[in-house]
Nanobody, 114 residues
Framework: QVQLVESGGGLVQSGGSLTLSCAASVTNFSSRVLGWYRQAPGSQLEFVAA???????NYADSVKGRFALTRDNAQEMVYLQLNNLNSEDTAIYYC????????WGQGTQVTVSS
Protein backbone atom coordinates (compact mmCIF):
# COMPACT_ATOMS: atom_id res chain seq x y z
CA GLN A 1 0.00 0.00 0.00
CA VAL A 2 1.49 3.32 -1.09
CA GLN A 3 0.91 6.32 1.13
CA LEU A 4 2.34 9.78 0.57
CA VAL A 5 1.84 12.57 3.09
CA GLU A 6 3.18 16.01 2.30
CA SER A 7 3.49 18.87 4.78
CA GLY A 8 5.27 22.14 5.39
CA GLY A 9 3.61 24.45 2.92
CA GLY A 10 2.29 27.88 3.76
CA LEU A 11 2.15 31.54 2.88
CA VAL A 12 5.50 33.26 2.48
CA GLN A 13 6.70 36.55 1.09
CA SER A 14 8.73 36.76 -2.07
CA GLY A 15 12.34 35.92 -1.29
CA GLY A 16 11.37 33.75 1.66
CA SER A 17 11.98 30.09 2.38
CA LEU A 18 10.04 26.97 3.28
CA THR A 19 10.88 23.35 3.96
CA LEU A 20 8.50 20.72 2.64
CA SER A 21 8.41 17.20 4.06
CA CYS A 22 7.06 13.98 2.63
CA ALA A 23 6.43 10.80 4.56
CA ALA A 24 6.58 8.21 1.81
CA SER A 25 5.40 4.74 2.55
CA VAL A 26 6.36 2.94 -0.68
CA THR A 27 7.71 -0.49 -1.45
CA ASN A 28 11.51 -0.61 -1.35
CA PHE A 29 11.78 3.04 -0.37
CA SER A 30 15.57 3.08 -0.15
CA SER A 31 15.97 1.84 -3.74
CA ARG A 32 13.44 4.15 -5.36
CA VAL A 33 14.02 7.41 -7.17
CA LEU A 34 11.82 9.95 -5.41
CA GLY A 35 10.83 13.44 -6.26
CA TRP A 36 8.58 16.44 -6.05
CA TYR A 37 6.09 17.78 -8.51
CA ARG A 38 3.90 20.87 -8.41
CA GLN A 39 0.72 22.13 -9.97
CA ALA A 40 -0.05 25.80 -10.20
CA PRO A 41 -3.62 27.06 -10.64
CA GLY A 42 -4.77 26.47 -14.21
CA SER A 43 -1.54 24.68 -15.12
CA GLN A 44 -0.46 21.12 -15.65
CA LEU A 45 1.55 19.08 -13.22
CA GLU A 46 5.25 19.78 -13.58
CA PHE A 47 8.39 18.08 -12.39
CA VAL A 48 10.38 19.96 -9.73
CA ALA A 49 13.17 17.75 -8.43
CA ALA A 50 14.32 14.14 -8.09
CA UNK A 51 16.76 12.26 -5.88
CA UNK A 52 18.23 8.82 -6.51
CA UNK A 53 18.72 6.20 -3.84
CA UNK A 54 22.29 7.38 -3.44
CA UNK A 55 21.37 11.03 -3.13
CA UNK A 56 22.12 12.29 -6.62
CA UNK A 57 19.72 15.11 -7.42
CA ASN A 58 18.20 16.64 -10.52
CA TYR A 59 16.19 19.85 -10.72
CA ALA A 60 13.93 21.63 -13.11
CA ASP A 61 15.68 24.66 -14.61
CA SER A 62 13.14 26.96 -12.97
CA VAL A 63 14.20 25.94 -9.45
CA LYS A 64 17.86 25.06 -9.95
CA GLY A 65 20.03 26.88 -7.45
CA ARG A 66 17.07 27.75 -5.23
CA PHE A 67 15.61 24.39 -4.16
CA ALA A 68 17.41 21.50 -2.46
CA LEU A 69 16.09 17.95 -2.24
CA THR A 70 17.25 15.44 0.34
CA ARG A 71 16.09 12.05 1.55
CA ASP A 72 16.32 10.04 4.74
CA ASN A 73 16.09 6.36 3.89
CA ALA A 74 15.97 5.25 7.51
CA GLN A 75 12.94 7.44 8.24
CA GLU A 76 11.45 7.06 4.75
CA MET A 77 11.25 10.81 4.40
CA VAL A 78 11.92 13.20 1.55
CA TYR A 79 12.54 16.91 2.07
CA LEU A 80 12.47 19.87 -0.26
CA GLN A 81 14.08 23.11 0.86
CA LEU A 82 12.66 26.08 -1.04
CA ASN A 83 14.72 29.27 -1.01
CA ASN A 84 14.38 32.65 -2.67
CA LEU A 85 10.77 31.96 -3.50
CA ASN A 86 8.87 34.00 -6.06
CA SER A 87 5.25 34.19 -7.18
CA GLU A 88 5.82 31.62 -9.93
CA ASP A 89 6.52 29.04 -7.24
CA THR A 90 2.94 29.29 -5.98
CA ALA A 91 1.45 25.82 -6.41
CA ILE A 92 0.40 22.65 -4.68
CA TYR A 93 3.48 20.51 -4.16
CA TYR A 94 3.35 16.71 -4.28
CA CYS A 95 5.92 14.03 -3.67
CA UNK A 96 5.92 10.75 -5.55
CA UNK A 97 8.21 8.23 -7.13
CA UNK A 98 10.00 8.94 -10.40
CA UNK A 99 8.27 8.12 -12.68
CA UNK A 100 5.14 8.90 -10.74
CA UNK A 101 2.34 6.50 -10.06
CA UNK A 102 -0.92 6.66 -8.18
CA UNK A 103 -2.08 7.18 -5.54
CA TRP A 104 -1.10 10.77 -4.94
CA GLY A 105 -1.03 12.42 -1.55
CA GLN A 106 -3.09 15.48 -0.70
CA GLY A 107 -0.17 17.77 -1.48
CA THR A 108 0.88 20.87 0.40
CA GLN A 109 0.03 24.39 -0.71
CA VAL A 110 2.80 26.93 -1.18
CA THR A 111 1.69 30.50 -1.73
CA VAL A 112 4.22 33.25 -2.39
CA SER A 113 3.07 36.82 -2.00
CA SER A 114 4.84 39.66 -3.75
Amino acid sequence: QVQLVESGGGLVQSGGSLTLSCAASVTNFSSRVLGWYRQAPGSQLEFVAAVTRRGTTNYADSVKGRFALTRDNAQEMVYLQLNNLNSEDTAIYYCNTIPYSPPWGQGTQVTVSS
